[in-house]
């Protein structure tokens, strides 16, 4: 099953590259398959079982006393990011057929390929064919901004590549000396207790760096924005909505699941440090005036959330983190793809420009409010449960010390506030028009929203099939 | 003739090809020092010879003609070089920065 | 089976979904919708409560992670039901006057989504006030925030308009920011989010302390009170149903329904005087304000803080019975007044008191104009008598003569800025207001209401389960008394002319200028956009800079080493000598 998911975005982009004429329909075909897929397996998701599931496991090569292996599954902490994958690349095509005119084949099949990678980061228990995976996004994401971003696109895609793959390097390097240590790969079955507490501190020192580039954690988070500004949408898409999740993943998977006690010991900083870049987060999204830039600097808001989740590592503080990943996957999808809309139409993200929004495209203007509203944690959408739950568990594990929590929940009202008024409302000399968008991205990520958000249950019992939780 | 004198006489032809290849900037002149070089290299290995056993003998025999024909091969290229170069006027070895950055 | 109290906010809902997705013709009739919704609501109040005495709960899990319960609790005693009458009354005669309110020049889609906003407002204030848990009123409580946002921001083409609703949702989450932290830590320290539970295992230590000032920090950004004030009047700026409902009887409310909800826990941890001082802050700069305000809607704003901190007041007192009737009074007469204000402003194109001419005499607008203004005076029959009665009983009982007697001194201004509007708006001669019957109907049944509203007071209190106190003391001559000086005094002046020094005095100046409080909120506000730009800086000068300085690093030294390949060979045979001269001395070395 999870073999035929990551198979068929490949596929989709092979096909894509050898009829280029035909690549758009192509992409949408295997977005639209992949999430009919996504669907089904829903069904031999079971919500009793602790582990990994849905298996799959082919051996592939030996390297001395490690054995490498194509081994495949999920658990309750991936499941709901490959759901989301799949969720957003539909979103990502459906954004590109109408934005991308050059160049389609390379771009389709290097999304498809894309998102066949994320999958494979989030489902491989083969620490070799996890850094496969994650490499190949790295590489991938480089050439979509390359080549189809904007003005700024060459500078910005290389700060991306460099400074993620530095951090990458940092993994590369801990995965290493796991593999020496343990003579294993395999994340299933992997023991790190048995290492020396100096040799673990050292391998989890390298992983956080790495994922907190990634995530991204203030201060390794300046590539983020430039990434996001030049960036086709469809790649600001993917890169808000799966790619930084993958930090957070790795930093659940690797950090919480096999090395708790450093985590443990670790623990107050690490919260502290998720609060303090989702404070600072805040402050600089206030200050922006470039519509991307905004919510570019909002993802390392939430995502400083969710490492406060990580590290308050009470079952429920994992839970609200993997919740919030979720969450935020969708609603920072949807808010790039509303953006992604609105500079198409109105040739512009300047914030200043942009005033009275919803006088010219209301439709546009109203979901960009629904879509701020969930980012600032409304109830009834899914940033409230997600967020709701960290607090809970912060105040339940430190005490008043979780009140560092609050100003970011506050600042975050304050920078929607202030978009809302600077773009969405007001009277402006905007000269724009919304028809003839097709409403299907927007509406499936807002559906989306507001059924998790208010229906949470089964996104939670998804999230607590897992040892983690 | 003695091991210290041909010794001393090898070092002396090996240090004038150095000086040749390194201080001269004509490339006829760097080609000359070259071949001194290896010269030198033979002379010392033919000398040293004498205090080999037959085996040893032999095979610096057998060193020594590849050394040669490979100096002879070396040395037309050489001049092939030099002559193409010197119809193009070019003789001093400065003006050929082609592998520069 | 959806217990029957959870079916309360149901009608509101209702009618959100069919404003949602109603044709456009259909718009304005969602006005009619909305009121039988509120009848309807109001019917659903009385069957939940007549199911059984006393109090009742029932508790609807939202979602259960990792072990904890996230429970929605509906709450049904004596101060939800009030509350929740209220709402559902004033929803039946704000949603009637919408209709003949909004003319042929809004467009039919903006109807739509104000009603739609309007009924999600109202079904999320009754889950405020029915709530018994912290969750649901804390989700109850930003939605309404929201809906705030959305309706004073309704014409969010007009900048003043989009500025006020900023303004207004802004302080709120501050407000907010402090309530989640206090539901938070009374989370943490007592393990639950039920009401009940937490206020039977209340201790008075620090955590509770801290999380008591969390929640009053709430409670007073929704109401209004001093120093979280500043966004009230402004708020008038959005549609004179909205002030009416929203921001004079329902919403403005919600803060001192959670005090009251909670009240046992903060006089526990001994916020008492605390709440006693900002009540009387908030009563005394407000009267000021209101007495030198020229727009007809911002003086009833202020006359809604003045009110408010009465509640507020008589809650830091203890008497929950006295503020619940305080608060159901006050929200029929406050919304009459606003109808009536809102059909003067039709009538006479401006709000500018200063610029109305309406006749006074037997037109219809002004008696029950009238009839508003002396209840909020205190004016014996009406309602608002009985319930400063009420109030002023509590105080007097709770013995602290300070404050009885700057309650006094209140009702007096209190008495004398709502006869100066009343005279502003009425009094000068003028043309006669016509207004459709969809605007005067809800405002003369909330007149009927207000004439009839001293009859309710025993049964209030009896919901209490307390005693409702004497009508007859010689305190009610003292206050009645002092209400009529009141007006005496803003005869004299306004119309005689009397004391034409008072406008002049520093005090005056100071309530014109708003005792610079605006001003205070805007400073915080430009603060914090100050401490956001520093923060942008440092991100990109700063923290980038490092990053880019890495680059610029790497760049010069692959630039350095690139100065190796020259393209000369002369310097690759040297380099070539000397580094066989160096291989050869360290492998000597290493031997």
Known sequence: ?469 | MTLPVVLGVSLAVFALGIYGVLAKRDILRIAIGGTLMLSAVTLLLVALAQALPQQGMATVQAFVLVVWAVEAVEAIVAIALFLYLARKGITDIDELRELKW | MIPLPFLIPLPFALVMLCALVAPARAARRLGYLGSLAGAATLLLVFLSYAGGTGTQAATWTWFGAAGEQFPLTITLDALSLVLSGIVSLIGVAVFLYSVGYFGDEERPSDLSRYYAILSLFAASMLGVVLSGSLLQLFVCWELVGISSYLLIGFWHGKDEAMRAARKALLTILVGDAFLLAGIMLLRARYGTFDIARVLALARPDTLTLLAAIGIVVGAISKSAQFPLHAWLPDAMAGPTPVSAFLHSATMVKAGLFLVARMLPLLLLVGLSPWLAALALVTIALSACMALVETDIKRALAYSTMNQLGFVLLALSAGAVAAGTYHMLTHSMFKALLFFAAGIAIHATGTQDMARMRLALGANALAIVAGIGALALAGMVPLSGFFSKETILDALVRQGNWTIVACFMLAVLLSAAYIARWYLLVFARGGRDARAPWQMMAPAVGLALLSLAGGLAMGKVFGLFGEAAPPVLTPWTLLSLALVLAGFLCTYLSCVRGWAAWLPGTALASAARARFLLDDLSAGVARAALGVARACAWIDGNVVDRAVRGVAVRMGALARGARRMQTGRVATYAFAIVAGFIALVLLLGALR
Not at chain 1, 135 to 164: C, D, H, P
Not at chain 1, 276 to 298: E, H, P, T, W
């Open chain 1, 1 to 469: 099953m999870l073999s035929l998911l990551l198979a068929f975005p490949l596929l989709s982009a092979a096909l894509a590259l050898l009829f280029p004429r035909r690549a758009r329909d192509i992409a949408l075909a295997g977005a639209l398959a992949l999430c009919a897929l996504a669907a089904l397996s829903l069904w031999s998701f079971s919500l009793a079982t602790k582990g990994f599931q849905l298996l799959e496991r082919i051996a592939w090569a030996r390297l001395g006393s490690v054995e490498i292996a194509y081994h495949v599954g999920v658990d309750g902490i991936s499941y709901p990011m490959v759901l989301l994958t799949a969720l957003l690349t539909l979103v990502a095509v459906l954004v590109s057929r109408r934005e991308i005119h050059t160049g389609e084949a390379g771009h389709y099949a290097l999304l498809m390929a894309l998102c066949s990678c994320v999958i494979g980061v989030f489902v491989s228990l083969d620490l070799v064919l996890l850094f496969a995976c994650w490499e190949a996004v790295l590489v991938a994401m480089f050439f979509l901004i390359l080549r189809w971003g904007a003005s700024n696109r060459a500078y910005a895609a290389m700060k991306f590549l460099v400074y993620t793959g530095i951090a990458s390097a940092a993994l590369f390097i801990s995965l290493v000396v796991i593999a020496m240590a343990t003579g294993s790969v395999d994340i299933a079955a992997m023991d790190l207790s048995h290492l020396s507490p100096a040799l673990r501190t050292a391998i989890f020192a390298l992983l956080l760096f790495a994922c907190l580039v990634k995530m991204p954690i203030a201060p390794f988070h300046t590539w983020l924005p430039d990434a996001h500004v030049q960036a086709p949408t469809a790649g600001s898409v993917m890169l808000a909505g799966v790619l930084l999740k993958m930090g957070a993943y790795l930093l659940l998977r690797l950090g919480v699941g096999l090395l708790g006690d450093v985590v443990a010991q670790w623990r107050v900083f690490l919260f502290a440090l998720g609060c303090a870049s989702a404070i600072y987060g805040a402050f600089v999204c206030l200050a922006q005036s470039d519509l991307k830039r905004m919510i570019a600097y909002s993802s390392v808001h939430h995502m400083g959330f969710v490492l406060a989740g990580i590290a308050i590592g009470s079952s429920l503080g994992v839970t609200g983190a993997a919740f919030e990943m979720a969450s935020h996957g969708i609603i920072a999808a949807l808010l790039f793809a509303l953006a992604g809309l609105v500079h198409e139409r109105t040739g512009t993200f300047d914030m200043d420009a942009l005033r009275g929004l919803a006088q010219r495209m209301p439709r546009t203007a109203w979901l960009l409010a629904l879509a701020s509203f969930a980012a600032m944690g409304l109830p009834g959408m899914t940033g409230f449960v997600g967020e709701f739950m960290i607090l809970v568990a912060g105040f339940a594990r430190f005490g008043p010390l979780a009140l560092l929590m609050v100003p970011a929940v506050l600042l975050a009202g304050a920078y929607v506030v202030r978009m809302l008024s600077r773009v969405v409302f007001g009277t402006g000399t905007l000269r724009a028009s919304e028809g003839g968008a097709s409403p299907l991205p927007f509406g499936l990520l807002a559906a989306a929203t507001l059924l998790v958000g208010i229906m949470p249950g089964l996104l939670i019992g998804i999230i607590a099939a897992s040892t983690l939780t």
